[in-house]
C-alpha cells in the first residue's frame, strides 16, 4: 500500500459510519420519530433536553445543545465537498484557537476516529476564580456533509457517560439538502415543528 495523500483531505469517519451513525437522510429509518431542526434530525430519549444556540445579532441558530447523562453535547453540521473530508482541517483549526487561549490539547483516537481532548481555561464566575473546561472535540465526515461536536460534562472524562453521549451522537441524521452550499458553510437550522395532538 503506498502512502500517497490524495489532493482532496480524506473522509474520516467510522467504518460503519452508514449502518451505525451519524446517518446521512438517506439512510435513516423513515418511521423513527426524529425531531427536526432543518439540518440535523435528532432521536428523542429518555432524559434528553435540546436546546438551541441563537447568533445575537442574526438571530440565526447556529448549533443544537443536547443535555444528557450529566454531560453537554454541541453539534453542528457543515457543507462538504463530495469526495473529500473537512474534520483533518477542522483540528488542525480548532487545536490552533485553544491554544491561542492558552488551553492544552492533545489528539487521540476515540471510538469515532480521531479527536481532541481539550483543557480550555474559562473565565469563572462571581468569585472571579478562573478554572478550566475539559472539552473533547469530534468530527464526523459524510456524504457532502460534515458534522462537528463538542462533548463537555461527565461524557468528557467518565468512559460509561462518553459511551451514551457518543450513541447520541451517532443517532444523529443530517439533512444536508439539494441546493448547492459552498463547503465549510453551516447546513440551515431551525426551530423544531410543533407537535400535533401528540
Not at 418511521?31 to 430519549?45: F, N
Not at 448549533?63 to 453535547?73: F, I, P, R
Not at 487545536?95 to 483543557?119: F, H, M, S
Not at 465526515?141 to 462518553?162: K, N, Q, S, T
Request: proline fraction near 10%; charge should be negative.
Amino acid at each position: 500500500m503506498t502512502d500517497a495523500t490524495p489532493p482532496d483531505a480524506p473522509k474520516s469517519a467510522p467504518a460503519d459510519r452508514a449502518t451505525s451513525g451519524p446517518f446521512d437522510e438517506s439512510e435513516a429509518n423513515p418511521v423513527r420519530p426524529y425531531i427536526d431542526l432543518g439540518g440535523v434530525k435528532i432521536l428523542p430519549r429518555e432524559g434528553l433536553n435540546l436546546r438551541l444556540e441563537v447568533e445575537e445579532q442574526t438571530k440565526r441558530i447556529v448549533a443544537v445543545g443536547l443535555d444528557y447523562a450529566n454531560s453537554t453535547l454541541q453539534v453542528q453540521p457543515f457543507a462538504a465537498p463530495r469526495n473529500a473530508g473537512l474534520w483533518d482541517e477542522t483540528r488542525e483549526q480548532i487545536r490552533t484557537q485553544i491554544r491561542q487561549q492558552g488551553g492544552r490539547v492533545e489528539e487521540r483516537e476515540g471510538p469515532l476516529g480521531a479527536e481532541l481532548l481539550a483543557e480550555v481555561p474559562v473565565v469563572a464566575g462571581a468569585d472571579g476564580q478562573a478554572g478550566k473546561r475539559i472539552a473533547r472535540f469530534v468530527g464526523v465526515d459524510g456524504p457532502r456533509w460534515f458534522l462537528r461536536g463538542v462533548i463537555g460534562g461527565a461524557a468528557a472524562v467518565d468512559v460509561e457517560a462518553a459511551a451514551k453521549v457518543e450513541d447520541l451522537f451517532r443517532s444523529i441524521v443530517v439533512v444536508r439538502g439539494g441546493s448547492p452550499m459552498p463547503p465549510r458553510d453551516l447546513i440551515p437550522l431551525r426551530m423544531p415543528a410543533t407537535p400535533g395532538s401528540a
